[in-house]
């Protein structure tokens, strides 16, 4: 009797067990097993390879995300030596801006069919130190197309289609209005409660310290922002993609059953920006792009 471990289980269990020891190896002050000790900054961010999905072509696509090992500390890293995917590269469509902790299944690079064993290989430098995640296609990696929802049926729920608008420049300190158009076809069925039939709501939710568990040691605390409560079954979020520094938005989820929705961006620092919305109607995803060139100073 076989014993077959779902390729998603696989590389979540591997992963965390390669990151559980170059967490506790990087995270040992004067030379002391640290364990279980969280930061809120100064610890790298690790590259993930989650798995690779075939196209109808026969071409192949590796998808990618990354686990920021700080609980307060978010990081911006251009692409170029401290961030670069090969071959083929350094530029792959990886994001420049890392959040704190798990990101999964963020974007993917696509490979030829007659790809083989070779590899592509993203490192990442973060807080002086490098990391590496190695993609392959091995067939215990094969996953299913993500942003389809878990156990969805592509026949009876697309994904949704979506538009952004948005002014490609602003002036600091000035604020910059995004609208997003969201579009589908109505599967699946609103729930009561405000969930589709077996979906979830988009992206992540916001981090949060159990009330018995002790908060980073590192200084200083923040405040996290609970994420907004929406119950549209077509819901928005915005998060930066690229971009030299942290990104506002206000919400940062907006629901879209209504018509277009909008949502005001507020940037920390002048530079170019990719700012992505993700769409989803909770059972599929979708994600487009809108570049902002930010000039300017902040209050």
């Known amino acids: 009797m076989s014993l077959r471990i779902r390729p998603s289980v696989f590389g979540a269990v591997l992963a965390l067990g390669v990151i559980g020891i170059a967490g506790r190896a990087a995270a040992q002050p004067d030379g002391a097993l640290s364990g279980n000790i969280k930061y809120n900054s100064g610890q790298t961010v690790q590259p993930i390879f989650e798995g690779w999905t075939k196209n109808a072509d026969g071409s192949f696509n590796l998808f990618f995300g990354y686990l920021n090992r ?37 974007f993917s690079v696509a490979v030829p069919a007659n790809w083989g064993q070779k590899e592509v290989i993203w490192t990442l430098t973060t807080n002086g130190r490098s990391e590496r995640a190695v993609g392959w296609l091995r067939p215990d990696w094969e996953i299913s197309p993500p942003g389809m929802g878990r156990g969805n049926d592509p026949a009876k729920n697309q994904p949704p289609a979506l538009t952004l608008s948005g002014a490609p420049q602003v002036a600091l300190p000035a604020t910059l209005t995004l609208t997003a158009t969201v579009t589908d076809d109505g599967q699946p069925e609103q729930n009561p409660g405000g969930r589709g039939r077996g979906g979830r709501p988009a992206g992540p939710p916001a981090f949060d310290y159990p009330s018995k568990t002790p908060p980073p040691i590192n200084v200083p605390q923040v405040e996290r922002t609970p994420r907004p409560r929406v119950t549209d079954r077509l819901q928005v979020e915005w998060f930066v993609w690229r971009g030299p520094g942290a990104v506002t938005f206000t919400p940062s989820v907006v629901g879209a059953d209504k018509g277009p929705a909008e949502a005001t961006a507020t940037f920390s620092k002048p530079g170019e920006y990719v700012l992505r919305a993700r769409a989803t109607d909770t059972g599929a995803t979708v994600t487009k792009d809108i570049k902002v060139v930010v000039t300017g100073q902040p209050h």
């Open 70 to 106: 700080n609980h307060v500390q978010e990081l911006s890293v251009p692409v170029g030596p401290e961030n670069q995917i090969e071959p083929a590269g350094p530029d792959r469509g990886q994001p420049t801006y890392f959040y704190t902790r798990f990101n999964r299944q963020l």
